[in-house]
């Protein structure tokens, strides 16, 4: 597992874990929302929408863009949508890619919720897999300057457990609605500090729990953790890379490490570049010199 030194741009402070991770959070969030080229539903619901950036410059050695999919976290719970993001894709339309950053349902909020549960079952899964379905179509039609036979997917944290997740709908358990024919049509995974193991993610108590949330309480994480939790469906053969930050203290390096194993157990090498001195957000931070290398990351894959 390579090292990788990515020094903020942004102070934080030395010496305290939860205020260097607090000074990260503000500046990943402080950046203002960035406006889509473009936004298309794949579904009824007004969070089955995809926000489309065309690129601007030239990420590779030219010809038609490829296409990177971004995937948000937030726990998977409703307060946390695709426009606290936004800075990221836009950050990387200016790298030349061609952007896709998705919307999903998550927790209960506007339907009587209180906004802390995560995500939602099976609507949050439902959602991936119908954008991820539809989106080859969407891309011809919103972003024609882009090759969707060069896409990369990529997610940070709840979002990284669902770029893992959509790269593995072909191994799921054959009663699965999610499950496709074969593997999807990508250029490889790029999952940013992900929530790749569930077991040891609700045994860390990862983001207060939210993975039991997910999947339903405790009964339902039983019974929907082998249709949902990353480390289950190995192997894949996508190419896949995780990049984590060795200080995150909100989905900890062992996370990733963790998943990392699974697919070394089940036979597939999967690539982990360990960030020193990084948290949780500078991956998805234009300020911070560790989203550059996450850019790095999508482009070996892409091209």
Not at 209 to 227: C, I, K, M, T
Not at 285 to 298: G, S
């Amino acid at each position: 597992m390579p090292d990788a030194a990515a020094p903020q741009n942004a102070a934080v402070p030395a010496g305290d874990p939860a205020a260097r991770a607090a000074a990260e959070e503000k500046s990943a969030f402080s950046h203002p929302a960035a406006v889509p080229d473009a936004t298309a539903a794949y579904g009824g619901h007004p969070d089955q929408v995809i926000d489309f950036y065309a690129p601007r410059g030239t990420a590779g050695p030219g010809g038609p863009a490829p296409v990177v999919v971004v995937l948000h976290g937030g726990a998977w719970r409703a307060p946390y949508d695709r426009r606290h993001v936004s800075p990221f894709a836009a950050f990387l339309a200016r790298r030349g890619f061609a952007v896709a950053s998705v919307e999903y349902r998550r927790g209960a909020e506007g339907e009587g919720g209180d906004g802390r549960t995560a995500g939602r079952w099976p609507d949050t899964f439902d959602d991936v897999a119908a954008a991820l379905d539809a989106l080859p179509g969407l891309v011809r039609r919103c972003l024609p300057q882009a090759d969707v036979r060069r896409t990369v997917l990529t997610g940070h944290s709840a979002g990284g457990h669902l770029a893992l997740w959509a790269a593995a709908r072909h191994v799921l358990p054959g009663t699965a609605p999610w499950r496709t024919d074969g593997p999807p049509p990508l250029r490889g995974v790029v999952a940013l500090a992900p929530i790749a193991d569930f077991a040891l993610a609700d045994e860390l108590g990862v983001c207060g729990g939210a993975v039991r949330q997910l999947l339903g309480g405790d009964e339902g994480f039983a019974r929907h953790r082998p249709y949902a939790d990353p480390a289950l469906l190995l192997p894949t053969g996508i190419a896949t890379t995780l990049v984590q930050g060795r200080t995150d203290i909100d989905v900890p390096q062992a996370v990733a490490e963790s998943y990392a194993e699974a697919a070394a157990r089940a036979g597939e090498v999967v690539g982990v570049t360990l960030l020193e001195d990084v948290g949780h957000f500078p991956l998805i931070d234009p300020a911070a010199d560790a989203c550059a290398v996450v850019a790095e990351e999508i482009a070996q894959l892409a091209w």
